[in-house]
């Protein structure tokens, strides 16, 4: 996980003694008080769009497996192993797969019923909902077409889907389950099921019933987002107070604390955890130094190196700098008439020297990337090279693509569905950010040698969340994750997800990426994958649909307290443990 921290300090507290050797800090409980650079405003699994979120819903709901941060690799989280596979070789799934699961014995809700293959079909037909705002979601499993729970034993169940798609097991064990008779208290997905739901033609002849729209009005109300917030997991919301904290507190009798020796994504050591949201990057310093933050992630590049040359603050906290998984991107909305052209957008990009932009304003806490997939993947494509920054070159794709300055303005211009339009542009990124902030200027000079005239305008980033959503922006910053199995680029590239509710934000996408990324999910062995791949890199190259920055090296403090688990995934909260 990934997170930010601040507030006020002394260093009289850490020079006080208040043992013979425990050392004196502001803090000795089990409590872990969280720095978040944007406010949480639900904790619903379905409906979140940012990683703050997601940080505490992890504590709160589970899926039948998740990563193990050290393994790098899928782990059982309430099943008992990883699922049995069978390829289906008759019948109306012929082709496809089955995936037979077995949920803990012991595995239970809040209310002590028993967690079971019924909630995790609810699961599924919640997704399937054609009335729900679940697209993002739906890419990696649209391969799933129905779901057997065994009667004598509701714990045991198997999945089918239709296809070989080569994340199927990675996909359909990853989803957050939802207790049925919480989230859908009057039954009113039991009269439809997972196949008629996953059936394209028998959905569509669904759509219109009544239910299916009752089901997502009631679930998307503020009622299941912040007020009846139930999952599996080891903690339970106790506290909301809005833009000040949200405050998770371990179960008492938790379930998982029986195997938790045995299965390490049941261990949660932590009593408490506070989530605070400091966006100012100076707040979240203070915070630091007064010691009123246990974890602090995402911290600017520059005060983060700063402050761990105080004394007082390292004798305090721990500072580490683990490569992560995520990468760093200026977002253009390809549909604007602005930024259609590919040679505007590689225009845009010529406009950065890159490494300056790491080296001076990152601290060099970060390596150059030139497209979506990580470096470390096999199939990455080291052809493709990083753009240097040229002017020059910039100024000639604006005029091969028909922007010139007309009325010697200063700014380039071009006559669409005939009116005069200027190249201005907003920036947006999230208030806060000093590296954005000193980016978007950056930006915006150079811009202007080559006449395009850029914006910056600061916004809340739930503000942010909603206008990428709708792909209600021109230029934004932005970051993505990977994890530790093969990319899927669907959910980021694919046109099914360019639509609101989607995650393809730039709206990027045409007939020739979107059948790459089709026979990406198709391809019947890895060696076939590998080269699509490449051409697919060689495609998001050539139409620059982002401007690719950096993928930046975690900044992250966590009190001395605390023994810690970090890898490229982040921090797991749920396994800080106090130190003997």
């Known amino acids: 996980m990934r997170l930010t921290l601040y507030l006020a300090v002394s260093a009289i507290v850490f020079l006080s003694s208040c043992g013979k050797d425990a050392p004196a800090w502001k803090h000795n409980d089990n409590t872990v008080r969280v720095r978040q650079a944007a406010a949480i405003t639900t904790m619903n ?58 949920i803990f014995p012991e595995a239970v809700w809040d209310d002590g019923k028993p967690v079971t293959g019924k909630d995790y079909e609810f699961t599924l037909k919640a997704l399937f909902n054609p009335k729900m705002p679940t697209q993002r979601f739906l890419g990696y499993v649209e391969f799933v077409r129905d779901i057997e729970v065994d009667e004598a034993n509701p714990k045991l169940f198997t999945v089918f889907t239709n296809k070989k798609y080569f994340l199927n097991m990675e996909a359909i064990s990853s989803l957050p389950v939802l207790p049925a ?251 806060g950010s000093n590296f954005s902030e000193s980016f978007s200027l950056l930006l915006k000079n150079n811009a202007q040698k080559i006449g395009i005239e850029i914006e910056p305008m600061t916004v809340e980033g739930k503000v942010l969340g909603e206008k990428l959503k709708n792909g209600e922006f021109e230029l934004a910053a932005r970051g993505a994750g990977n994890q530790p199995v093969p990319d899927d680029p669907k959910q980021l590239w694919h046109t099914d997800s360019a639509q609101p509710g989607g995650s393809n934000y730039s709206r990027f996408g045409n007939a020739e990426s979107d059948a790459l990324i089709d026979a990406i999910q198709n391809a019947p062995d890895d060696a076939t994958r590998e080269k699509l791949y490449k051409d697919f890199q060689q495609l998001i190259y050539q139409e620059q649909p982002v401007i690719f920055m950096f993928s930046p090296q975690e900044r992250m403090v966590i009190h001395q307290r605390f023994e810690p688990v970090v890898s490229r995934l982040g921090i797991s909260l749920q396994h800080l443990k106090l130190k003997k």
Not at 76 to 95: M, N, R, S, Y
Not at 205 to 228: G, H, I
Not at 411 to 421: L, Q, Y
């Open 181 to 431: 008779h919480v989230y859908d208290e009057g039954g009113l997905m039991n009269k439809f099921t997972l196949k008629d739901l996953t059936d394209p033609a028998k959905a569509a002849t669904l759509a219109n019933d009544p239910a299916l729209q009752q089901f997502a009005d009631a679930y998307t109300s503020p009622k299941f987002s912040r007020e009846v917030i139930s999952g599996s997991g080891p903690y339970k919301l106790v506290e909301w107070v809005d833009d000040q904290r949200v405050v998770l507190a371990k179960k008492e009798n938790w379930w998982g604390e029986k195997l938790a020796a045995q299965y390490p994504l049941l261990q949660a050591y932590p009593d408490t955890f506070i989530f605070r949201p400091i966006e100012d990057q100076v707040a979240a310093i203070a915070a630091i130094k007064d010691e009123s933050v246990d974890v602090a992630t995402e911290l600017d590049a520059k005060q983060f190196t700063e402050l761990r040359n105080v004394d007082f603050v390292q004798k305090i906290y721990s500072f580490l700098t683990p490569p992560t998984y995520i990468y760093f991107y200026t977002a253009m909305q390809n549909r604007n008439p602005k930024l259609a052209d590919k040679q505007v957008r590689r225009a845009l990009a010529l406009c950065v020297d890159m490494d300056m932009v790491i080296k001076d304003l990152y601290d060099g806490l970060a390596e150059r990337v030139v497209g979506p997939f990580s470096p470390e993947k096999k199939y990455f494509d080291s052809s493709l090279k990083p753009l240097a920054m040229n002017l020059d070159e910039a100024r000639k794709l604006l005029e091969t693509a028909g922007w010139k300055d007309s009325n010697g303005n200063g700014t380039v211009d071009k006559t669409i569905d005939g009116a005069v339009v200027e190249m201005k542009l907003q920036y947006l990124y999230t208030a």
């Open 45 to 102: 699994p379905y409906l979140f769009r940012t990683k703050y979120e997601r940080y505490a819903m992890e504590l709160v709901y589970q899926n039948l497996m998740n990563f193990d941060y050290q393994a790098l690799t899928l782990a059982p989280q309430t099943i008992k192993a990883a699922p049995t596979v069978l390829d289906i070789t008759e019948g109306e799934f012929a082709g496809g797969q089955s995936f037979t699961y077995e």
